[in-house]
């Protein structure tokens, strides 16, 4: 059966990063993402970054990362993959990118997400990843590119972005043709309406790109990254296709708003809530 894993970002903005760990493995979790967004503070109405005080904007990040994978241990769990921050147009943001993938292979992860410029073509996007990739192979580390989306106040609802429908996110796969470049497909934004596609679709366009999820659910207008099974998304076709093409990587939940607003005590119960979701899905595609 596939292993599960999840986003940690959202607990540890209750908890910490250490109790976090320790709680996503008590709730049976296999895996952590490290999520590195905090590694910048970015203001989405000036888009401008300031001055973060976290230990990964620091000289302490390094042994951060080490902690945090002394921890896991210590919990029986490990680092699956990592979260890079951004938006990638954002050149401080883009300039910790190396960072991310050291720290990556630090904390023990063999994937780090990285966002490609949403207003990019895929040529424009393979010269930041070529840049890349002498580091992520020294590392040991895939860099993982996702499909994107951006907002229609015309229509209301997402419009094209980097790697949004299949044949954008296969020409991002070719443009750049590395072992150490992989897919990571986010479930949730691929069900967006107004991307013309879906995630079953993504999953048989990718096949054996496909090496890293984020799995959420939303109402297909938004990106609401909810817990899997509550709203709209049709997981038993996603289980099918994941099986059909021979998926074997983690099921790797990002449903943040799950846990980012609850309070504190909460936090224990809603993990084993996500985990509950995440060993169903692994479920179904083992049954698939």
Known sequence: MLKTSTEIRSSAKHLGEEKAIELIAKAGFDAFDFSMLS???????????????????TGEAYDFARRLKRVADDCGIVCNQSHAPYP????EIRATYEKCIEL????????CVIHPDNYKSAEENAEMFFELL??????????????MWSWSDETKSASFAACS?????????NAVNDEYFVACLDIGHAE???LDTNAVEMIDALGSHLQSLHIHDNDKKGDLHLIPFSHSIDFESVAKALKRNNYSGYLTL???MH??????????????ELADSAKRLAEMIEMS
Not at 39 to 57: E, F, G, I, R
Not at 104 to 111: E, N, Q, W
Request: glycine residues 6%; contains cysteine; charged residues 25%.
């Open 39 to 57: 590694m910048v503070k970015y203001d989405w109405s000036t888009n401008k970054c300031s001055q973060c005080s976290h230990p990964l904007a």
């Open 88 to 91: 990638t147009y954002c050149p």
């Open 104 to 111: 990556t292979a630090v904390a023990g992860g063999k994937i």
């Open 134 to 147: 002498p580091i992520a192979r020294d590392c040991g580390v895939k860099i993982a590119c996702e499909n």
């Open 165 to 173: 429908n299949p044949k954008s996110f296969l020409e991002h796969m």
């Open 192 to 194: 967006l309406k107004g």
């Open 254 to 256: 990002e449903a943040v």
């Open 259 to 272: 846990l980012y607003n609850s309070e504190p005590e909460r936090m224990e119960s809603g993990l084993k």
